[in-house]
């Protein structure tokens, strides 16, 4: 059963500085990962899917990392301002059936961003 | 831009009454998806739809939950007798196949608090 782990549960940088979030799981049997961001009571926002083929995706100050063999995924995000602040989850989906399958969801990062 | 829709935002019930969440999935997509997010909790897979089938379900989705697409533009996830810890946070999702990346695009959620 894919687990997947989030650490650290929590993070307070102050502004401009980069933040590192960190997402594990156990099987490297997945098709693709995705970060995403969370605010308070909201909805979830995708913000960058990695496929297993890519070692990396870029999108303006995100850049998120893949490491299938060794299971982890880093999402960077540059020159951190106040509206950073949210909780950001990754998510993975297995490489069998990959259409009619679910993601699989880490708890989270609440991060922080002090002006 | 094209996005999923879910209504209402909030609902209120009373233990075991039935509620219907009701989700508008992006218009050329075929795979559908209802999670669910405990507060301060994972968020969970509950179910996947496709072709007017389940096509999986979590041990979660037992006799008291259903998803129906009553035409070609809603998707329901129908609670028939809600408990106290079905209150959470329900997101609807829909899967875009642009290969080879398959990507969940979620609606913004539904609370539901059962008093």
């Known amino acids: 059963k894919q687990e997947v782990t989030q650490i650290p549960a929590a993070l307070s940088v102050p502004e401009g500085e980069n933040l590192v979030l960190n997402c594990s799981f156990t099987?490297?049997?997945?098709?693709?990962l995705q970060w995403f961001r969370q605010d308070p009571g909201k909805g979830l926002t995708s913000l960058l899917l990695?496929?297993?083929?890519?070692r990396e995706q870029t999108s303006g100050r995100l850049n998120a990392s893949l490491d299938k063999s060794s299971g982890r995924s880093t999402l960077y995000i540059a020159a951190s301002q106040p509206g950073d602040s949210a909780t950001y989850l990754c998510?993975?989906?297995?490489?069998?059936?990959?259409?009619?399958?679910?993601?699989?969801f880490g708890g989270g990062t609440r991060v922080l961003v002090k002006p | 831009e094209p996005e999923v829709t879910q209504t209402p935002s909030h609902q209120v019930t009373q233990m075991g009454q039935e509620v219907i969440l009701r989700c508008v999935p992006i218009?050329?997509?075929?795979?559908f998806y209802w999670y669910r997010q405990i507060l301060g909790q994972k968020v969970e897979f509950l179910v996947s739809?496709?072709?007017?089938?389940?096509?999986?379900k979590s041990e979660i989705f037992d006799d008291q939950f259903s998803v129906e697409r009553p035409d070609g533009s809603n998707f329901t996830l129908k609670i028939r007798s809600t408990k106290l810890e079905d209150s959470a946070m329900y997101f609807c999702?829909?899967?875009?196949?642009?290969?080879?990346?398959?990507?969940?695009?979620f609606g913004p959620g539904t609370r539901l608090t059962v008093t």
């Open positions: 998510a993975v989906i297995p490489a069998s059936g990959a259409a009619g399958n679910k993601l699989t």
């Open positions: 099987d490297s049997a997945i098709y693709n």
């Open positions: 990695i496929q297993s083929s890519q």
């Open positions: 218009s050329n997509h075929l795979y």
């Open positions: 739809f496709y072709n007017n089938e389940i096509s999986e």
């Open positions: 999702a829909s899967l875009v196949v642009v290969l080879p990346a398959y990507e969940q695009y």
